[in-house]
């Protein structure tokens, strides 16, 4: 059965650093690993989506990688700002079924 | 471009009671899916429809229906509601499995 974890759960950092947020799953036979953002009170916001055969994908200041081998996935985050901060969740798909971290509750102080 | 929209955003129950929430996406995707959130649980999926006319039971779906009504829709009914059952509620939708996933902002349900 997949698992995927997440560490570490909270995060606190000042504004500006480059920071890395984890997540590890057991079953490297995955579909694709999705990074979403939850802001409190609100839904999911996907960031961003690697497909299993792809090693990393990129979108502005954020960048994901992927090593099925090793089971790992990290979410890289430029120039952090205070607007970043926000639960951050990584999903492994199988088949249909999203599995679904516990997230990393990320605050970037000014 | 309004996404995916669910109602009702909050709703008391009490023991027993029933209840049906609603989800409408407007980006003709083939997939919709009904989440719950606990907290420290992470996301865990209820029910899914791959495609209109058909359904299909996630990791937790004991106490729940649901109906892909057409394209569009995808109602969550609760026939008799359960304390456990208290929960944060997400439908999300995407064109495929392979696709980015698309949420709505979600129904708090308190079970009393």
């Known amino acids: 059965k997949q698992e995927v974890t997440q560490i570490p759960a909270a995060l606190s950092v000042p504004e500006g650093e480059n920071l890395v947020l984890n997540c590890s799953f057991t079953?490297?036979?995955?579909?694709?690993l999705q990074w979403f953002r939850q802001d409190p009170g609100k839904g999911l916001t996907s960031l961003l989506l690697?497909?299993?055969s792809q090693r990393e994908q990129t979108s502005g200041r954020l960048n994901a990688s992927l090593d099925k081998s090793s089971g790992r996935s990290t979410l890289y985050i430029a120039a952090s700002q205070p607007g970043d901060s926000a639960t951050y969740l990584c999903?492994?798909?199988?088949?249909?079924?999203?599995?679904w971290g516990a997230g990393t509750k990320l605050i970037i102080k000014p | 471009n309004a996404g995916v929209t669910q109602t009702p955003k909050f709703q008391v129950l009490k023991t027993g009671q029933s209840m049906t929430l609603q989800c409408a996406q407007d980006?003709?995707?083939?997939?919709m899916y009904w989440y719950r959130q606990d907290p420290g649980m992470g996301l865990r999926l209820i029910y899914y429809?791959?495609?209109?006319?058909?359904?299909d039971k996630g990791e937790v779906p004991n106490g729940y229906n649901v109906s892909r009504l057409n394209k569009r829709e995808f109602s969550l009914r609760l026939e008799s509601a359960a304390p456990s059952q208290t929960s944060v509620y997400f439908c999300?939708?995407?064109?495929?499995?392979?696709?980015?996933?698309?949420f709505g902002s979600g129904t708090q349900l308190s079970v009393l």
């Open positions: 999300a939708s995407g064109r495929d499995r392979d696709e980015k996933l698309f």
């Open positions: 980006m003709n995707h083939n997939s």
């Open positions: 429809s791959a495609s209109e006319g058909t359904t």
């Open positions: 079953d490297s036979a995955i579909y694709n």
């Open positions: 690697i497909q299993s």
């Open positions: 999903a492994v798909a199988g088949n249909y079924q999203l599995i």
